[in-house]
C-alpha cells in the first residue's frame, strides 16, 4: 500500500512514519512518499525517517521517497494524507499579529487568524483536489490540514466522501476521561460534536451507561486534567459538558487576548523561529547517524509542553501534566482509518465528515466532527441527540464563517472575506473586519485573488 503525505517537510511527519513503523500487519503501508515544495524541509525530513527506522531494527521499513513534484508524488498513491501550511509559520505569525494589533484573536484555526490561514489555503486545497480526482482517483484523502473542517468541506466539493478530515485534540479529550473514569479508551463510546475544533464530550458510555455525570459531579477529578483545570469546574458543570480545549478561545476570550497581548511572543513566531533552528540543524551535511532523530525530539518537548501556554495562564493552571503531554495522535487515528478502509476492519474514529442529516441545524454538505463508523466503503456519521442552543449558535455561527471563506475563496470576493471576518462570534466589528481584511491582504501574497 502507497501513502504520499502532502506537507512531507513538515514537523509532525515523523509521528506518522513512527506509526507506519509499528504496525507489522498484512497489508500495511509499503512506500512513502514525501511531497514539499521547500527541497529543504524534505531533505532534513528524509533524515530523521531513515534514523527512526534505523533506531526502530525493522527488517523491512516502508520506503521513502521525496519529490517536489505534486503529480508525481500522486501517481500510484493508495492514501493521501494532506498536512500542508500555506504562508508557512511566518504567515501563522502574521495572522497573530495583526489581529492582535485589533484586539481580537489571531489564533491559527479560531477567530481572525483561521480566517486568513482558511482564505489562503482553500483555494491551494481546491487545486489539490482536483489533481487527485484527475490523477489518483481511486485514492482515500486524509485531510489534516488547518482549518481542518473548512478545508475538508472544500476539497469534499471536488472528492465527495473519499476526503475525511482528522484532529487529534477530540481523541485526546475522550481518553483522558475514559482513564480518569477507570475505564479503557478504546471500550468507551464517547459522545461527542460539533465542527472541528469547536466541540463537545456530552456523554462517555461505558457498558452502555453514561459515566459523564459522575465526572462532573467530582471536582477533584475534574481539575486533574487538562480541559479541567483550562475550563474550571464550576462552568463544566454549568455546561454539562467537557468543551474541546479550543473553545476556552469563547468562553474565556477577553482574558485570552490580554494575556496574548502581553506575550513576548506568539505561538506562532515562536513556533516559526523555533522550527527554524531545528531545520538548520537537521538539514547539516555532517550530522551523525541518529542526530536528526535526536534534534526532532528535543523541538517536539519543547513544543508540546509549551502548547496553549496563554491559556493555562489565564486559568491560573501553571505548566502541562505529564499525563496531559500526550496527544489524541492524529498519526494514530489516521493509521487506523486507512486500516479500517483499506482492510475492512471496522473501526469508530471522531472524524470531519460531511454531516447527511446527522445534525438538524446544518445541511448536508456541512463538514461537522463527530463518530462515524468506518469500513471499506468510507467514514459514516453515527446519529446524534440535538445540540443544546447555546451550542447551536455558536456552530451554526462558525458555519456561517467558514461558507463566506468559501464563498470568497472560490469567487474571489473580497466583500465575502470582510463578512467572514465580521461574522465570526469573536470579531466584534465591521469596522475592525475591514481594517483585518485590509492588513491581511498587504501581508499576504496568497490572498492577492481577493478583490
Known amino acids: 500500500m502507497r501513502l504520499t503525505i502532502l506537507g512531507g517537510g513538515g514537523f509532525r511527519v515523523p509521528l506518522v512514519y513512527g506509526a507506519l513503523l509499528g504496525d507489522h500487519a498484512e497489508g500495511r503501508v509499503s512506500h512513502v512518499t514525501l511531497y514539499d515544495e521547500d527541497s529543504g524541509r524534505l531533505g532534513a525530513m528524509a533524515r530523521v525517517l531513515a534514523d527512526q527506522a534505523a533506531a526502530s531494527g525493522a527488517a523491512d521499513p516502508p520506503a521513502v521517497t521525496a519529490t517536489t513534484d505534486l503529480d508525481e508524488a500522486l501517481r500510484g498513491a493508495d492514501f493521501v494524507f494532506s498536512a500542508i501550511r500555506v504562508g508557512g509559520l511566518?504567515?501563522?505569525?502574521?495572522?497573530?499579529?495583526?489581529?492582535?494589533?485589533?484586539?481580537?484573536?489571531g489564533q491559527e484555526t479560531v477567530g481572525a487568524g483561521g480566517i486568513a490561514y482558511g482564505l489562503r489555503t482553500v483555494p491551494v486545497a481546491r487545486g489539490i483536489a482536483r489533481r487527485v480526482a484527475r490523477i489518483a482517483p481511486d485514492a482515500w484523502v486524509i485531510n489534516f490540514t488547518n482549518p481542518a473542517g473548512v478545508v475538508t468541506e472544500a476539497m469534499a466539493e471536488e472528492l465527495g466522501d473519499r476526503v475525511i478530515g482528522i484532529c487529534d485534540s477530540p481523541v485526546g479529550l475522550g481518553r483522558r476521561i475514559a482513564r480518569l473514569l477507570g475505564a479503557r479508551p478504546?471500550?468507551?463510546?464517547?459522545?461527542?460534536?460539533?465542527?472541528?475544533?469547536?466541540?463537545?464530550?456530552?456523554?462517555?458510555?461505558?457498558?452502555?451507561?453514561?459515566?459523564?455525570?459522575?465526572?462532573?459531579?467530582?471536582t477533584g477529578a475534574l481539575e486533574s486534567f487538562e480541559e479541567g483545570r483550562l475550563f474550571g469546574a464550576e462552568w463544566l458543570r454549568s455546561l454539562g459538558a467537557i468543551p474541546n480545549e479550543y473553545l476556552h478561545y469563547y468562553y474565556f476570550n477577553r482574558d485570552t487576548v490580554r494575556a496574548y497581548q502581553e506575550v513576548k511572543q506568539t505561538r506562532g513566531a515562536f513556533l516559526r523561529d523555533q522550527q527554524r533552528g531545528f531545520y538548520a540543524d537537521a538539514g547539516r551535511p555532517d550530522l551523525a547517524a541518529g542526530a536528526a532523530l535526536s534534534a526532532w525530539d528535543r523541538t517536539r518537548a519543547e513544543r508540546e509542553a509549551t502548547y496553549m501556554a496563554e491559556n493555562r495562564e489565564v486559568a491560573g493552571v501553571g505548566e502541562r501534566d505529564e499525563s496531559d503531554l500526550e496527544s489524541g495522535g492524529y498519526e494514530k487515528v489516521a493509521l487506523a482509518l486507512m486500516r479500517a478502509i483499506a482492510r475492512d476492519e471496522r473501526a469508530t474514529l471522531i472524524l470531519n465528515v460531511r454531516n447527511r442529516g446527522t445534525l438538524a441545524a446544518l445541511d448536508a454538505e456541512a463538514v461537522i466532527e463527530v463518530p462515524c463508523l468506518v469500513d471499506a466503503n468510507g467514514a459514516?456519521?453515527?446519529?446524534?441527540?440535538?445540540?443544546?442552543?447555546?451550542?447551536?449558535?455558536?456552530?451554526?455561527?462558525?458555519?456561517?464563517?467558514?461558507?463566506?471563506v468559501l464563498e470568497a475563496a472560490a469567487s474571489g470576493s473580497r466583500a465575502a472575506a470582510v463578512k467572514a471576518f465580521a461574522l465570526h462570534p469573536l470579531v466584534d466589528s465591521v469596522g475592525v473586519a475591514r481594517r483585518l481584511m485590509d492588513g491581511y491582504g498587504a501581508e499576504h501574497r496568497g490572498l492577492g485573488y481577493l478583490r
Request: hydrophobic fraction near 45%; avoid cysteine.
Open 90 to 105: 511566518e504567515g501563522r505569525a502574521a495572522d497573530e499579529r495583526i489581529a492582535l494589533a485589533e484586539g481580537v484573536l
Open 186 to 218: 478504546e471500550e468507551a463510546w464517547i459522545d461527542y460534536v460539533g465542527l472541528n475544533h469547536l466541540g463537545w464530550v456530552r456523554g462517555l458510555r461505558i457498558g452502555g451507561r453514561d459515566e459523564l455525570p459522575r465526572l462532573l459531579a467530582d
Open 380 to 404: 459514516h456519521p453515527v446519529a446524534v441527540d440535538p445540540l443544546p442552543l447555546h451550542a447551536v449558535g455558536l456552530v451554526t455561527s462558525v458555519k456561517a464563517v467558514e461558507r463566506e
